[in-house]
């Protein structure tokens, strides 16, 4: 069972009754996504780059928010966009009707651009602009084979560690690393022991960034170019 609550910046997350977690951080769920996924993520990869394109995967589609704020982010105008998302249990219309996450968003295009991201058809590319396609995968990450060498970011947003063990395994991350293209960056809110040795044993360099309001350190990894 899902249940609709506010977080501290205004924006609202979803509680998973049964696991007893949010899909975001309830110090700010809009501020959270911003500071993990867009300005550690997607900007740190622009500013390092200064890209013509960027291909994009996300684990955990879960509400939408993080692919709404790379379809609308100014410093991302302009950039050829492949945005691929799996989610095994998406939300329902009802659900989603009820996220106010375009009234905290300036952009005038917000409320528009989260509707088209979840009328979106899932299992196919959707081109939704001129510089943005959306392919949403219904399945889980772990039964899911990615394409070698292809992603320049990836967003890593499944539920924690603790709660659902089995998508922080080290084969999955294996799984994702291999469709990471050297240089490429994935970003997550997670800092977890484990999750960071993985990484490492996985060739991967590890970094531990400010995390965002609530929340000590955060967790942006590479692969090594060599």
């Not at 975001?24 to 200064?50: D, K, P, R």
């Not at 879960?62 to 100014?74: P, Q, R, S, V, Y």
């Not at 219904?138 to 947003?157: A, G, M, N, P």
């Amino acid at each position: 069972m899902l249940q609709l609550i506010n977080t501290s910046d205004g924006s609202h997350t979803i509680k998973n009754l049964e696991l007893n977690e949010t899909y975001h951080s309830t110090h700010g769920a809009l501020q959270e996504s911003n500071h993990v996924y867009i300005q550690q993520g997607l900007h740190y990869f622009i500013n390092q780059f200064q890209p013509k394109s960027a291909n994009i995967l996300e684990v955990g589609f879960g509400t939408g928010l993080n692919a709404l704020l790379t379809m609308i982010d100014k410093k991302a105008n302009g950039i050829e966009i492949i945005y691929h998302t799996v989610e095994a249990f998406p939300l329902s219309d009802d659900m989603v009707k009820q996220l106010n996450y375009p009234d905290h968003l300036p952009q005038i295009n917000a409320a528009s651009s989260f509707l088209e991201l979840h009328k979106a058809a899932w299992d196919e590319e959707v081109k939704l602009n001129a510089n943005f396609a959306l392919h949403k995968m219904l399945t889980d990450i772990r039964s899911l084979e990615l394409k070698e060498d292809f992603y320049d970011v990836v967003y890593f947003d499944a539920f924690a560690p603790k709660i659902q063990p089995a998508m922080w395994t080290k084969s999955v991350l294996a799984n994702v690393i291999r469709a990471m293209r050297k240089g490429g960056v994935m970003v997550t809110y997670c800092a977890n022991g484990q999750f960071k040795r993985d990484l490492k044993d996985l060739g991967m360099l590890v970094e531990e960034v400010p995390g965002p309001p609530g929340k000590r350190v955060m967790v942006r990894t590479y692969r090594l170019r060599n």
